[in-house]
């Protein structure tokens, strides 16, 4: 079987030869090129993809496509620049920005006639990842601005582009296709987590009214490009996490939104999958009421909550697919390559069904993750990972 067989298998709970091997290299690749440490077996590359491939992964790619669902405003002023210095001659690649060679900070502006709201990303080398160093949202009194933005707001998809790199992965992997995010993690885009769940409790009629605008726009985009015949698996690039997401939140401001986002794909013959980082337990069988088909990963303790074996019978979904098994401080083990192979054989062995299962990077494979440990992984799912 290639690559983009075994991971569809796994979708639909079919038996492949073994479980698919999809970590989650992009972060791990772009933070080693630009400090030139990328490994000698691999020092050469110049994109992710060519790193799985030398390593026989199947691919799951969100990180290229995702720039293929494009934002455009209707109404309003929208501008952005970039600053700051970095000797780094390329584009600095991040999950959420592509920086221009040398700068290292975006500044957006949006001017509406309710005032002018701004925000800003910059790139922390040491980290090889960005963070937004300034919201859109800061006081409440900037309610209206941003109810206009949100209204304004539209969402389409290049078709084009997406398709152009499900022929660049080919065989060897799926290509997921971004349909956005939920309303909580747009309004934590606008606000971040803290703001927008203080708003959320002192304004909460006012709050619902934004999630509502974000949620049609981002329903219609579904809407609009489930039938994509290159596309079979769909991904909302949230964060689900129940320090953020508490389950109270989460059913008002997201269990909508992927029940139907999760319908109309399903009606397509297609798969959601949601994007989630740490503590899952609480929210895994919401997740499975809305029959979303997996998490982007599952994080057992220290960083998570819950143990693999046991995620499949607490969502309660029959369709459900398990992504995950490389967590950080397996990846981060210091000349772990010789335990991390019985690590492997004991967690698929714990696994009572190894048809719903991709071996992935639960969330994200660190910067600090060993080329050797990434071996150990690789050896270990295709010497202990037969599913027949």
């Known amino acids: 079987m290639n690559g983009r067989e075994r991971i569809l298998a796994a979708f639909r709970g079919e038996a492949a030869d073994y479980v698919p091997f999809a970590p989650n290299l992009w ?17 050469t590359a ?10 026989g992964a199947e691919i799951l790619s969100r990180w290229d496509t995702q720039w293929a669902t494009k934002t455009r405003y209707t109404a309003g002023e929208y501008s952005e620049e970039y600053q700051g210095e970095s000797a780094w001659d390329q584009p600095l690649v991040t999950a959420f920005n592509i920086y221009p060679p040398h700068r290292t900070e975006r500044r957006r502006r949006f001017v509406t006639p309710h005032g002018t709201l701004t925000q800003v990303w910059g790139y922390m ?31 389409d998809v290049d078709l084009g582009e997406y398709r152009a790199w499900v022929r660049r992965v080919g065989d060897d992997g799926v290509v997921m296709l971004n349909i956005t995010e939920s309303p909580l993690k747009a309004l934590h885009w606008l606000a971040g987590p803290q703001n927008a769940t203080l708003f959320i409790l002192d304004h909460p009629d006012e709050m619902l009214a934004l999630a509502r605008v974000h949620q049609d726009k981002a329903l219609s985009l579904i809407e609009r490009v489930a039938a994509t015949p290159e596309a079979d698996v769909f991904i909302s690039h949230d964060n689900l996490d ?7 939140l989460y ?53 998570g909550d819950v143990q693999l074996k046991d995620v499949r019978r607490m969502v309660a979904y029959e369709g459900f697919t398990l992504n995950g098994g490389m967590d950080a401080p397996h990846q981060e083990l210091p000349d772990g390559a010789a335990s991390l192979r019985d690590y492997v054989r004991d967690l698929m062995a714990s696994l009572e069904d190894k048809r719903h299962f991709i071996f992935a990077s639960s969330c994200n494979t660190s910067p600090l993750a060993p080329w050797e440990n990434l071996l150990a992984f690789r050896d270990g799912a295709r010497e202990y990972g037969r599913v027949a």
């Open 242 to 248: 129940s320090m953020f997401y508490a389950p109270y």
């Open 46 to 55: 110049t994109h992710p993809l060519e790193v799985l491939r030398h390593l």
């Open 125 to 155: 080398p040491d980290a090889g990842a960005d963070f937004e160093h300034k919201y859109w949202w800061t006081e409440w009194e900037e309610y209206e601005a941003v109810r206009f933005m949100l209204e304004a707001r539209e969402y």
């Open 251 to 303: 059913r008002d401001y997201c269990h909508e939104f992927f029940a139907r986002a999760a319908e109309i794909l399903h009606h397509h013959g297609k798969h959601l999958m949601v994007h989630a980082c740490g503590r899952s337990r609480a929210l895994l069988p919401l997740v499975g009421e809305a029959r979303v088909d997996a998490l982007e990963g599952v994080t057992p303790p220290p960083m």
């Open 27 to 43: 972060q791990w690749f772009y933070y080693h090129r630009s400090n030139g440490s990328l490994p000698a077996d691999v020092a």
